[in-house]
DNA sequence: ATATATTAGCGTAAAATATACGCATTGTAT
DNA sequence: ATACAATGCGTATATTTTACGCTAATATAT
């Protein structure tokens, strides 16, 4: 059997920042679709994983160093690539605001947060590609604790609420929230509080992972 | 670049008959593992489609016509093929009983139905794969109506029934189940009766397609 | 200094859903 | 006829979700 199928990962990474979800994409170098924006990835190697290739592209496109990666979805139309067959297996991302400077200085003209509703044109099937992860981050948020991940280790607990509310796109009410979020006991209240701006200082939260698996074995679900 | 990766499609295909689940496995013909048994599936030629590539493996070596196909998972390993790099997009499918007799009767010394419980040794990662559909299947089953493509068009509501409570491994309080099903508001009740040994025989009902994709537009959704 | 705005945090009542069963109905088997 | 088996309907109770009032702590304006 003769196979001239080339493989490729393509990453989609999430970022959290000013209470609005942005998305890391890069400038291509070549052709095809030289100069437009696409979500960093390229061809696997013959020797690393899938996701060790994810990792190594996204260090070499983006110098970003990720915090939660997770398969989307395999692309295999035989036209989304204009020149060769190309297989790519997506992944989705997210990453903590520390990193987020780190990425944005590393090369400004090549890598870019946008923010997802203000997308570019994007090449490849880069659009459809997206446009799951975004359904699928929507989705995963309110039975897996991935938002943690999106937010500084410590974190006031409107932060929360607004992460949800920015991911969800839609408003939240925050004693509710509040109620089922602490009635899950994944978090530990610190004895810190931060005062930003006006209004009472809050308290800062932890996410406990420990406490989760945990809870996971004993058959207890996240679920908001 | 030189890239040497094979690319495969593999499918996780689930029947049910006799309230109990099944999965539809293959000895293989050729090194690695021949004669021991595996998921169906192959290589993708250059010029087709991933679901075209499961679609025509199922074809050739067990001759089922699939009722519901989705995409599982990408399996990229490098270890997964003792001989050459192989990554496998897998996918699971469902087949209605109709087309269950005929599989069997193919070519019943490869082609063969094993009830989940009881499943042979397994070639390359392939009890991996398996694992991870019977998860999914039971957690879709729960949140979109894939069930009925594994029943008859006509079907008594206990045959859902049961069908719930062996895909989930657990019992089903069948008023409850009945009040939530039909609540939902896509099954036709049929002016048909069926009897099938002693008891009050049972009305028919047919899924509804069309209906359940006008209340997903209207956002909402099924939910058992 | 005092009032006012702003964010944090607690609690409670009502509505909606899920769960646990009781029991009549309609057929077949003996 | 009578027993048995499976279908089908209803109701009471527990649990969860939703809506929203109110107090607390701090910054900022006057």
Aim: net charge neutral; glycine share 6%; no cysteine.
């Amino acid at each position: 059997m003769q196979q001239s199928i080339k493989l490729s990962v393509d990453a989609v990474v999430f970022g959290y920042e000013s209470e609005t979800i942005s998305v890391l994409l890069i400038r291509r170098k070549y052709d095809p679709f030289k100069g437009k924006w696409a979500i960093p990835g390229g061809f696997v190697l013959d020797s690393e994983s899938l996701e060790e290739a994810v990792e190594r592209e996204l260090k070499e496109e983006t110098g970003i160093k990720i915090n939660y990666l997770e398969q989307l979805y395999t692309f295999g139309n035989p036209e989304r690539d204009p020149r060769n067959r190309v297989v790519s297996v997506a992944y989705f991302g997210l990453i903590k605001p520390s990193a987020f400077k780190l990425a944005a200085s590393t090369d400004a003209e090549e890598a870019q947060w946008f923010t997802i509703n203000k997308l570019p044109e994007l090449s490849f099937d880069h659009a459809e590609i997206l446009k799951l992860a975004i359904t699928r981050l929507q989705a995963k948020i309110t039975y897996e604790p991935i938002g943690f991940e999106l937010l500084d280790t410590k974190f006031p607990f409107s932060d929360l609420e607004k992460l949800y509310a920015a991911v969800l796109g839609r408003e939240i009410d925050r004693r509710n929230f509040r109620k089922k979020m602490l009635g899950l006991n994944v978090l530990d209240e610190l004895d810190e509080k931060v005062s930003k701006g006006s209004g009472r200082p809050a308290n800062l939260f932890m996410f406990n992972k420990n406490r989760y698996f945990k809870l996971k074995k004993e058959g207890i679900i996240f679920e908001i």
